[in-house]
């Protein structure tokens, strides 16, 4: 992400980045919010990320049942799978308001 603040109802632009060596498959992403409960959560379909290349999901703000998030703080959460093992990467905490 771009920023660390967002409006609500804002589309909120989510980066992931191969700044590896090795092709990474996209595996599944979650909004969490700073409890660790999932707010939202996709696993989207089979896609490769290639080293030094990158792929863009817009989060629209809803949780999993197409209702609108509430102002607070999340994170997201990404597990790409590389080499078969299955990673767990965290962006920075940002604010809906």
């Known amino acids: ?10 589309p909120i632009y989510i ?3 191969n700044l590896g060596n090795t092709p990474v498959n996209i ?7 700073l409890n660790g409960r999932v ?5 989207p379909p089979q896609i ?10 817009v989060w ?7 209702k609108p998030v509430g102002r607070g703080r999340y994170r997201i959460v990404w ?8 990673l767990e990467c965290f ?4 604010e809906i308001s």
């Not at 962006?91 to 940002?94: C, L, T």
């Open 1 to 10: 992400m771009d920023r660390s603040s967002f409006s609500s109802g804002e």
């Open 15 to 17: 980066t992931l980045i």
């Open 27 to 33: 595996g599944s992403w979650y909004v969490v919010d």
């Open 39 to 43: 707010v939202y959560s996709i696993e």
């Open 48 to 57: 490769i990320i290639g080293p030094s290349s990158s792929f863009v999901i």
């Open 60 to 66: 629209f703000q809803f949780d999993s049942d197409g």
């Open 79 to 86: 597990r790409p799978v590389v080499d078969g093992n299955t």
């Open 91 to 94: 962006s920075a905490v940002f």
